[in-house]
């Protein structure tokens, strides 16, 4: 990797010298004041990195001792290490640079060090249009006032957003869940830790009812979980059967629904089941979304999944997510509580309630520096 320091006499200008030079690949890795002793060279510093692999396109001969390195017993090791390493790139790319080489802080005048803070959300995830939003409602809070800028920062994005864990409508006195989400999103699995932690575990009658019948032995999985732990399984292939399963269902506590991982182009399925779960007002929808996905694909999901009306907002995968921005800027954007996280793949182990601190200080928790005061 190849990293270089551009000066200049603002941020932008120091940008653009990297830019003209390194390219669109190039990655933002930091911006500072100039210290004293270089301040002749320009008032800003920017640092910059460039993957070996981005300055020219590798020879076939290199490729091929690659190949063999791969296919090498003990080598095998240097190829997966080399893999990770191009992965690792590949994620600093998609969380810094796209975001922070071409956005902006939109505040010129502000102190250098909410211009670092900006940097800082945006490496955490958070888009440009809510890292703005928050930091100009920081200036107005601090205005001046002795205050630990991050702790301003915190109380500011805490402030935007909410936690509610908990399944069905606020008020029944028998609680309907039905999850949704895109394909891979880990519906199945999050029903069947639900069931064990809020169902049996908590002694409810419970049901779990499958719409899922688009994918091979998608409800079959479910149905065998569901034997094992001892709770009732129904699977139903169309919206009348759901209706009817329902009605059989009226002496549970609680009833769980799975529904297929629905693409881009399911509108029919989408629409049917959506019409149907809108007419039937005790039962909420939770949208169920990967941590892993950028905000710009969490938003896009949530608009695909939008005509379900979702009541709430589960995560899974969070111990592979890399950065929490994108969480929370889609609870502040759609005003939907977050309910549970899944933490990996132990059953009912890994699943968590939303909790608001523990969300916060995953995001602060790259951030290395001692904490900035407002002057």
């Not at 969480?327 to 549970?340: D, F, G, H, K, V």
Request: aromatic share 6%; charged share 25%.
């Amino acid at each position: 990797m190849r990293i270089k320091s551009y000066f200049a006499e603002s941020v932008e200008e120091a940008m653009d010298k990297a830019r003209l030079e390194l390219g669109p690949e190039a990655m933002l890795m930091n911006s500072k004041p100039t210290e004293p002793e270089f301040r002749h060279l320009g008032n800003y510093e920017v640092v910059f990195a460039l993957a070996f692999e981005d300055l020219a396109p590798e020879k076939p001969e290199a490729q091929a001792s690659a190949g063999l390195l791969a296919s090498a017993g003990k080598p095998d090791a240097v190829a997966l290490e080399i893999a990770e390493l191009r992965r690792q790139i590949e994620t600093v790319k998609r969380s810094m640079s796209r975001q922070s080489y071409h956005a902006h802080w939109s505040s010129p005048a502000a102190a250098p060090e909410m211009r670092e803070l900006y940097v800082r959300l945006l490496s955490a995830e958070f888009g440009d249009e809510c890292a703005n939003e928050v930091l100009q409602a920081v200036e107005r809070r601090v205005n001046g006032k002795s205050e630990a800028l991050e702790s301003a920062i915190a109380s500011e994005i805490q402030s935007r957003y909410q936690v509610a864990p908990g399944l069905g409508v606020t008020g029944a006195e028998r609680r309907v869940t039905a999850l949704v989400g895109p394909p891979g999103s880990g519906k199945t699995s999050m029903i069947v830790k639900l069931a064990l932690k809020y169902g049996l575990m908590s002694k409810r009658p419970l049901q779990i009812l499958s719409t899922d019948t688009c994918r091979v032995a998608a409800s079959e999985q479910l149905r065998a979980y569901a034997s094992i732990i001892g709770i009732a399984f129904q699977t139903v292939e169309t919206m009348a059967g759901l209706a009817q399963a329902l009605e059989e269902a009226s002496g549970k506590e609680l009833v769980l629904i799975d529904t297929p991982g629905f693409g881009p182009g399911d509108s029919d399925e989408v629409s049917e089941l959506a019409l149907f779960l809108a007419r039937h007002r005790l039962i909420e929808v939770q949208l169920v979304m990967p941590a892993t996905l950028r905000a710009s694909a969490l938003a896009r999901i949530v608009e695909r999944f939008s005509m379900f009306q979702p009541a709430r907002l589960i995560f899974t995968n969070l111990d592979e997510a890399g950065a929490y921005g994108g969480i929370i800027e889609q609870a502040m954007r759609t005003r939907l509580p977050l309910s549970y996280f899944a933490c990996g793949q132990q059953i009912p182990e890994d699943l968590r309630e939303a909790c608001k601190d523990e969300l916060i200080r995953k995001v602060f928790e790259g951030w290395q520096e001692p904490a900035l005061t407002a002057a």
